[in-house]
C-alpha cells in the first residue's frame, strides 16, 4: 500500500514563497500536484514523470512554480515563488503507478494514490 505523506504548507505574505514536500514513492511512480480552493473543483497544477525528465506545469503557475524529484529519498517537491492570493488552496500531491519513464498525467482520474493534502494560505 502506498501512503503519501505531504508537508511544507503554511500562511505566507503575497510575494512569498514556499515549498512543498511529498514522500512516499519512488521511481516507478509519475507524480502530480493539485489544489482545492472552497468551492472550487480541484485542477492539476504540476506533474512530473517518472525519470523526472518531463514535466508540465498549469497556465496559472508556470514560471513561479517547480516540481521536482529526488527517486533516491522517494520524495517529490513542489517549489512555489511569487505567491499570489489566489494560490491559497488545499494543496495535495498524487501517485500513479507506471512502466514508461517518460509519461506523466493530468488528469486527477489518472492517479491512483493520494496524499491528505497541506493547506496553503497566501494574505494579500
Known amino acids: 500500500q502506498v501512503q503519501l505523506v505531504e508537508s511544507g504548507g503554511g500562511l505566507v505574505q503575497a510575494g512569498g514563497s514556499l515549498s512543498l514536500s511529498c514522500a512516499g514513492t519512488g521511481r516507478t511512480f509519475s507524480m502530480g500536484w493539485f489544489r482545492q480552493a472552497p468551492g472550487k473543483e480541484r485542477d492539476v497544477i504540476a506533474a512530473?514523470?517518472?525519470?523526472?525528465?518531463?514535466?508540465y506545469y498549469a497556465d496559472s503557475v508556470k514560471g513561479r512554480f517547480t516540481i521536482s524529484r529526488d527517486n533516491a529519498k522517494n520524495t517529490v517537491y513542489l517549489q512555489m515563488n511569487n505567491l499570489k492570493p489566489e494560490d491559497t488552496a488545499v494543496y495535495y500531491c498524487a501517485a500513479r503507478l507506471t512502466l514508461v519513464p517518460a509519461n506523466l498525467y493530468t488528469r486527477g482520474d489518472d492517479y491512483n494514490y493520494w496524499g491528505q493534502g497541506t493547506q496553503v494560505t497566501v494574505s494579500s
Open positions: 512530473i514523470s517518472r525519470s523526472g525528465g518531463n514535466t
